[in-house]
């Protein structure tokens, strides 16, 4: 049978307004009273009235811990409980009972600790657990330890030194949960960092020239087979047309077993391009972090009588030296190049073999003093060009 669009539309519609008015939330009762021109704390709910036993034992039970409370509780000086109308439409509006709120109004300012009776309290004396507890303690903290006037700041620390409007090395950011850090104090923060002469950020150096060196020094003899390098036969598989399947060639393509492979890797080369003034730099900043790390040893020379590896284990244990960088000057004493190759964490370089990678991979770096003079000369001509 079929039932009109209409009436299938109105039957739906009563059976919601009956599902509405049967599921009506009674009325909200009145949380607060007003008698007498007061405020006083009215029924929650209205339930089945108390029998006489049981308001009886229950008035005994609250004179009871009443006295107790006034015993224990030194009470404080008294103060008007007449709240104010505002504050009262407030709470009625917010359906807070007067029974929920506790607060005491203390003038505060000079010889406030002298004061008088408060202007104001509701239920001073009475234990409450707030919402947020903690959120208390942390601003009594914070403002007895830091002060109201107390700003958070946000600090800016360069890690390195700065030649000509160039800082060589990070730039780092500290915060401390500045709330008004936003997009236009930023930028007013990196203005004063630019009027102190930082017009540019190199902080990667370091790394920009460990990564040129690690792949110049990558042999890039990787390589795949290709179609013309597969040794398998170029003949047709099949017929071209009648077999059902798809229409294939040679065995040597990427997608049979054994053939070539697709898009591999090829020989090749990995090296880039680092310009000479970065180099230069990277170098610099790497023997400044050594000498700034108290990591620098001079010695007068780098020579060995006999080329004995225990002898010269035993001087670099005098020196404390267990994983070194040595730099040896023009040339490597032979002797000590020999002894020196079998202890491990111990590298010898001449002067000409200086760089980064090295120097950053050791932890202790060792100069003579004719290495150390050659690296003045070079830095020297290099500024002087």
């Keep these: ?88 439409a407030a709470l009625r509006a917010s359906n807070v009972p007067l029974s929920a709120v506790g607060m005491v109004i203390q003038p505060l300012g000079p010889g406030a600790g002298q004061a008088g009776p ?6 001073e004396a009475m234990p409450m657990n707030p919402a947020s507890t903690m959120k208390l303690v942390t601003t009594y903290a914070a403002l007895s330890l830091l002060g109201p006037a107390y700003t958070w700041k946000t600090e800016a620390f360069a890690a390195g030194a700065l030649r000509r409007d160039v800082l060589d090395g990070d730039l780092a950011l ?16 990196t203005q004063r960092i630019r009027s102190y002469g930082i017009r540019e950020i190199r902080g990667d150096i370091l790394q920009r020239c460990v990564t040129w ?9 990787h390589k795949i087979q290709v179609r013309n390098e597969v040794s398998r036969t170029g003949k047709k598989m099949y017929k071209q047309k009648g077999t059902g399947g798809a229409r294939h060639g040679s065995r040597r393509a990427a997608q049979f077993v054994g053939g070539a492979k697709a898009h591999g890797p090829v020989v090749r080369s990995h090296a880039f391009d680092l310009p000479k003034k970065i180099r230069a730099m990277a170098l610099r900043h790497a023997l400044s972090s050594k000498a700034k790390a108290g990591a620098l040893v001079v010695l007068d020379s780098a020579t060995i009588p006999e080329a004995k590896t225990a002898a010269l284990r035993a001087n670099f244990a005098k020196l404390g030296l267990t994983n070194a960088l040595v730099i040896a000057g023009p040339e490597v004493d032979g002797n000590f190049r020999l002894a020196a190759r079998n202890i491990p964490n111990v ?3 001449p002067n000409a073999g200086l760089n980064v990678y090295d ?23 290099k500024e002087a060009a």
């Design 1 to 88: 049978m079929r039932i009109p669009y209409r009436s299938v539309r109105q039957r739906l519609g009563a059976s919601r307004q009956a599902h509405y008015r049967t599921n009506d939330l009674p009325p909200a009762p009145a949380l607060i009273v007003r008698r007498d021109g007061r405020d006083y704390l009215g029924p929650e709910l209205r339930r089945a009235p108390p029998s006489w036993l049981q308001r009886g034992a229950l008035f005994a039970v609250l004179s009871s811990g009443w006295l107790c409370f006034a015993q224990a509780q030194e009470p404080l000086n008294s103060a008007p409980r007449v709240l104010p109308e505002p504050f009262v």
């Design 118 to 123: 408060p202007s104001m309290s509701l239920n």
């Design 174 to 189: 500290r915060g401390s949960g500045d709330p008004k850090l936003v997009i236009e104090h930023l930028w007013l923060l």
């Design 213 to 221: 060196q690690l792949a110049k020094r990558r042999a890039g003899t």
């Design 347 to 349: 590298d010898v370089l």
């Design 359 to 381: 120097v950053l991979r050791r932890h202790t770096l060792v100069l003579t003093k004719d290495a150390v003079e050659a690296i003045n000369a070079r830095f020297s001509e």
